[in-house]
C-alpha cells in the first residue's frame, strides 16, 4: 500500500514538458489518416474513445468519488438519439427530422448529458453501494426496454446508420470520423482537466474524501455531484455517439450493454483512479490489451482482464500513473534530465 | 380482464419462484450485512453453482438436488478462497476497492462460463414438464415445488444456525459491531471467512435449484445480481426473515408483471420494483436498520 500513501499530486499534468508531450502527440495523432492503413485508424479511433470513456468515468467515480455502472447508457443513449437524427427513417422518424452529422453528434451527447440531468437528483438519493447498484439497474432497464422498442431501435438485429463522410477518393468516412473524434477526445481532456484543477474540481474532491465533513463546511454534495455526472455523462454520449457514426451500425447490446461500463471501468483502474493522466496512460494499455490479449490467452482475455483489475486495484492503486511517476517523473524533475 | 384461476395461478407460482429468490438473495444480504461489503460477483457465483449441478445431472443422471450439496461445497470453498487471498486485502478499505475486485471477480468467473461451457443457455431440467398436482385452486409443478420447499428448508437452517450455534452468535455480533466483537475476543477474520463461505454456498445452492427450472447461461449473472439485489432491498440488509419475505414479494411481483404487462417486462417490473423501493425506503421495506451503510 505504499503508492497509495504517495498520493499523486497532479505534478505530471502541470509540468511543461508534458504539457509538450501531449501537443506532440496530438500532432502525431492528427497525422495518422494520412500515413497508416484504415484498419489501423480505426482501432486508433477506438482508443480516442477509450480515453473519452476513461476520462469521463473518473470524473465522476475518482474525483467525484461516485462508482456508477451506468456509464454504458450514456454512451448507448448518445449513440442512439444522434442516429435518430442523422438516419431517421430507419427508425420510423419522419425524415424531416434529418439532421446533418456535425449537428446530430452533439445532440446526442446532449440528450445523455439531458437524461443525466433529470434523473440525477433521484438517483443522487442512493450514496455508496446503492448508488453502484443503483446505476447498474438503470443502466439495465434502459438496455431491456431500448431492446423491446425494436420500432426505434431495431431490436436485436439493430439498425444501420446513413452517413457517409468520405471527401473524394483520398480520404476515407473513417478519416473524417477520425479527425471528429480526436478533436472531440481534445475537447474531453481539456474541459475535464479545467474542472478538476478548479474551485469545483476541489469540491468534487472534497465530497470524495468525507461527505459529511464537506456539507458541514458549506459544499453541497449534491451540486457537485451532479456537476460531475451531466459534464460525464455529456461526454461519454459524445463519444457513443462517435463510435456510432464510425461504425455506421447500432444496436441495443452493442451500445448500451455493461460491456462499455466494465472497459470504462478497466481503463481507468489500469490507469490509475482519481489521477488526472491515468485514464490516458490506462486507455492506451487497454487498446492494446483489447487487441492483444485474444492472440495471447484465446477467448480467455476478459478474465485476464479481470484478473489485472484485482491486482492493480489491490496492489497497485494509483495504476500505471503511479508506476510511471514513481519510477520515471519523480527522478527527472530530481536530476532534472530529460526523458522520452 | 384476466380470469381469476389464471391470477390465482400467477401469484402461486409467484411464490413458489420466490422461495428460491430469497435463497439466493439470502447470501448477498448476510455478506452485506456484515462484511458491508455488496457482492458484485453474486450472480455469477450463483451461475458458477447452477453449471455444476447442470454438469453432473448432464454427466450422471444424478438429480440436481444431489448436485446441489457438491455445488454448496464447491462454492463454500471457493468464497472462503476469495476472502483469504482476495478480499482481505481491501474488506475494510472503504467503498471502491471492494466493489471493483469483485467486479473483476465477475468478469472472470462469466468469461471462463463462456469458454468452459460455451455460450448456450443449458438446464438441468429434469424432464417432467407436466408432473404435479392439484392444489384445489392451483396447480403445483412438482420441480417448482421441490425446489421451493428446499429453499426453504436452506433459509431456515440458515436462520437456525445463526440464532443458536455459538459461530451464528459471533457473526451477528460482529455484524452489529465489528470494533466491539474483536475485543470481546472473536476472530472477526474468522468470520469473515466462514460469513463469506456461507454466502457463496447459498448461492450456489439457489443456482442448482434456478438450474432445475430455467435456462442457465453465462450471461445470467448480471441480471440475478439485479434480482438478488432488489430481494436484499425489499427485505432489509442482514434479515433472514426480510429476505424471505422479500422474495417472495419479488416472485409474486414478476409474475404479475409478466401477466399483466407481457413476458418480455418480467425483469424490467423487478428492476422497477428495486428502483423505486430503493429510492423511496433504501432501508428495506420489511427491515429495520439490519447493517447497511
Redo the contacts between chains.
Sequence with gaps: MALLEKAPGESLATDRRVQGLGVLAVLWLVTVPFTTTDSLTGLILTGLVFVMLGVSWNLL?GYA?Q?S?GHAAFFGMGAFVSAWLTTPSAAGFPGSIELPLLVAIPIGALASALIALVIGP??F??????F???T???A??IE??ML?RRDLTGGATGYYVNADLSIGEAISHGDVMFFLTLVATVATVVVTYLIVRGPTGLGMKAIHDDEDAASSLGVNPLKYKMYAFVVSSFFAGLAGALYGHYTLYINPQSTLA?TWT?DS?VIV?LGG?GTFAGPIFGSALFLLLDNGLSAIV??????V??????LF??FL?TGLYGLIKEYLVEETVETDAAHD | MVATDLLTQSVVNGLLLGGIYALAALGLSLVFGIMDIVNLAHGHMLMVGAYVAILVFAATGITPLVGMLLAMVLMFGLGVLLQKVLLKHVVDEGLEQPIIVLFGLALILQNLGRVLLGGDARTADIGIPGDGFELGFAFMSFPRTVTFVVSVLLIVLTWAFLQYTKTGQAIRATAQNRTAAKYMGINTDQIYVITLGIGTALAGAAGALLSMLFPIDPYVGWSYLLKTFAVVVLGGVGSVIGTLVGGLVLGVSENLGALYLGGGYRNVVSLLIFLVVLLVKPEGLFGGSGGGE
Excluded at chain 1, 438519493?125 to 446503492?130: A, E, K, P
Design positions: 467515480a468519488g462508482i455502472l433521484v438517483i438519493r442512493l450514496t455508496g453501494h446503492y453502484a447498484i443503483g447498474l439497474a438503470l439495465a432497464v431491456l426496454v423491446d455493461v466494465i471501468l483502474i483512479m484465446g477467448g480467455f482475455s476478459s478474465a482482464e479481470g484478473i489485472l483489475i484485482i486495484i489491490i492503486p
